[in-house]
Nanobody
Framework: QVQLVESGGGLVQAGDSLKLSCAAS????????MGWFRQAPGKEREFVAG????????IYADSVKGRFTISRDDAKNTVYLEMNHLKPEDTAIYYC?????????????????????WGQGTQVTVSS
């Protein structure tokens, strides 16, 4: 089993930055896909960013493109989400997700059903 633990959330003001971390442990895998999703109150979970564990394929939701960056540290089995120029509409619980399959299509990257393993989430609140 794979365990994913997110950290780095908090309360910030609009325009500020935060960097989320997702540490993987257990039966981790060298190949596959990892992603960040978020869920705001009263809304469905939505895709934010994703990356393959081999190569350097990354993909972003249009709403965060240019402001958020997904990266990884393979030695630490950790994936990061650096969030800049935060907006109140970025307020949500952010979840890390992982799957052993390597995805290349946008549809596969952005679908929550593509991911087998999920973290417990970390709250990000952006005040105006």
């Amino acid at each position: 089993q794979v365990q994913l633990v997110e950290s780095g959330g908090g309360l910030v003001q609009a325009g500020d930055s935060l960097k989320l971390s997702c540490a993987a442990s257990g039966h981790t895998f060298a190949k596959g896909t990892m992603g960040w999703f978020r869920q705001a109150p009263g809304k469905e979970r939505e895709f934010v960013a994703g990356t393959t564990l081999t190569g350097h394929s990354t993909i972003y939701a249009d709403s965060v493109k240019g402001r958020f960056t997904i990266s990884r540290d393979d030695a630490k089995n950790t994936v990061y989400l650096e969030m800049n120029h935060l907006k109140p509409e970025d307020t949500a619980i952010y979840y890390c997700a992982a799957d052993r399959w390597t995805y290349y299509s946008r549809d596969a990257f952005t679908s929550s059903s593509s991911y087998t393993h999920w973290g417990q989430g970390t709250q990000v609140t952006v005040s105006s």
